[in-house]
């Protein structure tokens, strides 16, 4: 004995499995990966935000023979306080002082604020007093996230780059107000002044 059912129960099953099918299909086009997410592409994004950090203290660290780097000038022209980029310029988190406007923000403007990555940064050197480490932060927009990126350099500044440079901070030695100096001497008695460590923390925002 037949069934006349048979073939209906059969296309009704079809049926049900294709929606299922593209419930399935939709539902993994509608999901999108969060930057939280440990994917390769996630990885990819890492190791990029990594090689453009290294970039620029690679590119800023560059100097001729005899001659203090950009980025060592920077870190020596520092007064000390902490900035954060408010849209336009980097401000003092604190203070009504003028813009942070150095070599280091400039290519922070044109390389990460145009790609919206978000950066810390940070100097550690030695305290002339206690001789520990000491760590300062110099631009500061927040904490980063679980995949943020940390890159950085370890600058040894020197009394005497030659005979023909004043220093490695790209000033007189007489004309240095020692109250003003945030990173100061350790050993007047040779020509080393301090080792930095320059930290820079990238994370997509």
């Known amino acids: 004995m037949f069934d006349d059912k048979a073939q209906l129960h059969t296309l009704e099953g ?3 499995a294709t929606i299922i099918l593209l419930v399935i299909i939709y539902a993994i086009d509608a999901t999108s990966l969060t930057p939280l997410t440990s994917t390769s592409s996630n990885v990819h994004i890492e190791k990029e935000l ?3 950090g290294q970039d620029i203290l690679n590119t800023l660290d560059y100097s001729e023979p005899g001659y203090g780097s950009k980025l060592k000038e920077d870190i020596t022209n520092w007064n000390g306080s902490s900035y954060i980029w408010n849209g336009s310029a980097y401000i003092d988190i604190y203070k009504n002082t003028p813009p942070l406007n150095n070599t280091l923000t ?3 403007i044109q390389t990460l604020i145009k790609r919206g990555i978000a ?3 940070e100097l550690t050197f030695i305290d002339n007093s206690s001789f520990l480490p000491v760590t300062k932060s110099m631009i500061y927009n927040g904490d980063p996230s ?3 990126v940390i890159v950085s350099r370890k600058l040894v500044l020197q009394n005497r780059v030659s005979k023909n440079v004043n220093d490695d901070r790209g ?3 007489d004309s240095i107000s020692k109250e003003k100096e945030i990173i100061t001497d ?3 008695s040779t020509d080393f002044y301090n080792i930095v ?3 820079i923390v990238l994370w997509r925002m």
């Open 14 to 16: 079809v049926a049900a």
């Open 50 to 52: 990594e090689f453009m």
């Open 106 to 108: 400039s290519i922070f």
């Open 119 to 121: 950066h810390n940064v």
């Open 146 to 148: 679980n995949n943020a």
């Open 171 to 173: 000033k007189d030695e």
């Open 186 to 188: 350790i050993d007047p």
């Open 197 to 199: 460590e320059v930290k």
